[in-house]
C-alpha cells in the first residue's frame, strides 16, 4: 500500500489529495517495526495506540489539517514527553516518566506531528556506534553485523529502515550527522541556540543541540523551522529571526572552503576521499569557487572536545543521585546509596567520562586541562570568524569510513576518532548537515557535510537546493 521511502513532502501530497487515509500510513510502519524491529533495535518503545487514535482522528477530520500532519514521527530516547518514558538509554532512568514536554517536540506536536515512539541511543549520548545502551545495540539496517553510528543511532536507522517519516535526534560532537552518514539519510544539526534545549537530558549543554533527521534536506529544513526560535524556557537560545529559505536568490555563485588536512588525512577512507574530490570538481564546473584553506585544528579538536564535553558531562550528571529520578539501589544510608546507585545505574562508558571530567575540572589540574581546552576552543571560534569573511560554506567529508562492524573500534580513542569531523560545528556552534554520496562504499554509504555561518541555516538549505 505505502511504498517506502517516501519523504514527508510526498507523503503530505497523497495524504491531502484524500488518496491514502493517516490510519493506513501509521499500520504501515507499525509492520515495518514489527518486521524489522527485532533484528535492528532502534525502537525501545512504541506508543501504538496514541499514534492511532491521533491519525483516525485526522481521517476523520480531513478538512482542517495542521501542516504537519502525516509526519509520524520517532524521538531519541533523551527528549521528555510528558507522560511517557524517557532513559536516555541508561539504567539510572529505569522507570522514570517524563513530567514536561521538550519545547522542539512540543512545537512538531503543536503542528500536527504524531509521535510513535522513542528510539535507542548511547547512554547519555555517548558514543559513536549505538553499542552503549542499556537496551542493547541497534543494527545497521543495510547489515546487520554494522553498527548505524552514534549517538542518534536509534533515530538515523529507524528512518532509513523506513520504520518512520523522520526523527529526532541530539547532537553534542556529531551524533546526528554520523548516524544519519552511516545510514545513508539526512542529518541537520543546526546553530548553538537556535533550537530550544529545554526537555533534553542534557549532556554537555555548551554543545548540545536536538536536530532533525529525514529522508529528505526539505523535510530537514521544514523540521528544522517547525522546531527554531527562542524559548522562554531556555536562556541559551537565541531570539534570530528564523528566516525563509525557499525566496533566497544568489546574485552570484557562493565560494566554498574545504580544509586541506582532512582530504590528505591518513584515516580517511581512499573511496570518500574520491568522492569529495568528484563533488569538488562538480562543484567547480558549476561556477562555485572552491578552495582548500589549512585547518591548523585537526589534530586538536577530539581532544578539545573531549576535555570540555566530559568536564560538563560531570557536572550535568551528578544529578542522578537514586533520590530524584528512576532507579534506586538498596541501601543502609545517604552514602551507600549515591554509591551503589550510580555504580549500578551508569554503564562503563559514561562512568569514564565522568571520571575524566571530574579529573580535568579538579583543582590542580584545572588550568592544564580545561581552562587550556576554554582557549583552544576561543581559538578555532575566532578562526572560523575571520574564514567567513572570506568564504560561504566549508565542505568535509561526514566521517573516515562507512559504518563499521561492533568489534572493529575496541579502545575508547578509536572509537572517538570517529568524529574528528563532525565536532568542529559544536566546538564552534555553526551549523551543519550530512548529505549521503550517491557513490557507495561496497553497499554501504558515505556522505559529505556542509557548515555554514552562525545563523545562515536558511542559506545552507537554498544553497543545496540551488547548487547541489
Ligand atoms: N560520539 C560523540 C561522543 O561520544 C558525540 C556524541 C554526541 O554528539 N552526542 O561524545
Not at 532512568?93 to 504524531?114: F, H, N, P, S
Not at 552518514?181 to 542529518?187: P, T
Not at 544529578?319 to 555504580?343: C, H, M, N, P, W
Amino acid at each position: 500500500m505505502w511504498s517506502h521511502p517516501k519523504d514527508f513532502h510526498a507523503l503530505q501530497q497523497e495524504l491531502k489529495a484524500g488518496k491514502q487515509r493517516f490510519t493506513d500510513l501509521v499500520q504501515h510502519y507499525l509492520e515495518q517495526i514489527q518486521q524489522q524491529n527485532n533484528a535492528i533495535n532502534a525502537f525501545i518503545e512504541v506508543w501504538e495506540e496514541e499514534a492511532l487514535q491521533k491519525a483516525a482522528f485526522y481521517d476523520e477530520h480531513p478538512e482542517d489539517l495542521p501542516p504537519l500532519a502525516g509526519l509520524i514521527l520517532g524521538i531519541k530516547d533523551n527528549l521528555c514527553y510528558k507522560g511517557h518514558k524517557v532513559t536516555a538509554a541508561s539504567k539510572i532512568l529505569e522507570g522514570y516518566e517524563a513530567v514536561y514536554t521538550a519545547t522542539a517536540l512540543q512545537r512538531l506536536i503543536d503542528k500536527g506531528a504524531i509521535i510513535l515512539g522513542r528510539l535507542n541511543c548511547d547512554e547519555f549520548a555517548m558514543g559513536s556506534a549505538n553499542l552503549y545502551s542499556y537496551y542493547g545495540p541497534t543494527r545497521h539496517p543495510l547489515d546487520l553485523t554494522r553498527v548505524p553510528g552514534g549517538s542518534s543511532g536509534g533515530s538515523a536507522a529507524a528512518v532509513a529502515a523506513g520504520m518512520v517519516t523522520a526523527a529526532l535526534g541530539s547532537d553534542t560532537g556529531g551524533s546526528i550527522r554520523q548516524p544519519a552518514a552511516f545510514c545513508g539519510v539526512i542529518g541537520f544539526k543546526p546553530t548553538y541556540g537556535r533550537i530550544s534545549r529545554y526537555g533534553l537530558i542534557a549532556y554537555a549543554s555548551s554543545f548540545d543541540q536536538i536536530g532533525p533527521i529525514t529522508l529528505s534536506v526539505r523535510d530537514a529544513a521544514l523540521l528544522y523551522q517547525a522546531m527554531a526560535g527562542k524559548d522562554p524556557m531556555d536562556n541559551t537560545s537565541v531570539n534570530q529571526p528564523v528566516e525563509p529559505w525557499e525566496t533566497i536568490q544568489w546574485q552570484q555563485p557562493p565560494k566554498v572552503a574545504y580544509f586541506k588536512e582532512i582530504l590528505e588525512d591518513p584515516a580517511l577512507h581512499p573511496q570518500i576521499k574520491n568522492a569529495m574530490e568528484k563533488l569538488i570538481e562538480n562543484l567547480k564546473n558549476k561556477g562555485i569557487v572552491v578552495e582548500g584553506v589549512a585547518f591548523p585544528y585537526l589534530e586538536y579538536v577530539v581532544p578539545t572536545y573531549y576535555v570540555l564535553t566530559t568536564a560538563e558531562a560531570s557536572s550535568n550528571l551528578a544529578r542522578y543521585d537514586g533520590v530524584r529520578y528512576g532507579f534506586r539501589a538498596q541501601a543502609q544510608d545517604i552514602e551507600e546509596l549515591y554509591v551503589k546507585t550510580r555504580s549500578q545505574g551508569f554503564g562503563k562508558e559514561v562512568k569514564r567520562r565522568i571520571l575524566l571530567g571530574t579529573f580535568v575540572l579538579s583543582t590542580g589540574y584545572y588550568d592544564a586541562y580545561y581552562a587550556h581546552a576554554q582557549k583552544v576552543r576561543r581559538l578555532m571560534k575566532n578562526y572560523t570568524e575571520e574564514l567567513f569573511k572570506q568564504y560561504d560554506f566549508i565542505v568535509s567529508p561526514t566521517t573516515p569510513t562507512p559504518a563499521f562492524r561492533a568489534n572493529e573500534r575496541p579502545d575508547p580513542v578509536a572509537m572517538y576518532l570517529n568524529d574528528i569531523y563532525t565536532v568542529f560545528a559544536n566546538l564552534t556552534g555553526i551549523p551543519a548537515i550530512s548529505i549521503p554520496f550517491q557513490e557507495r562504499v561496497e553497499r554501504l554509504p558515505i556522505a559529505h557535510q556542509w557548515m555554514a555561518p552562525w545563523f545562515k541555516e536558511a542559506q545552507l538549505f537554498s544553497f543545496i537546493k540551488h547548487y547541489l
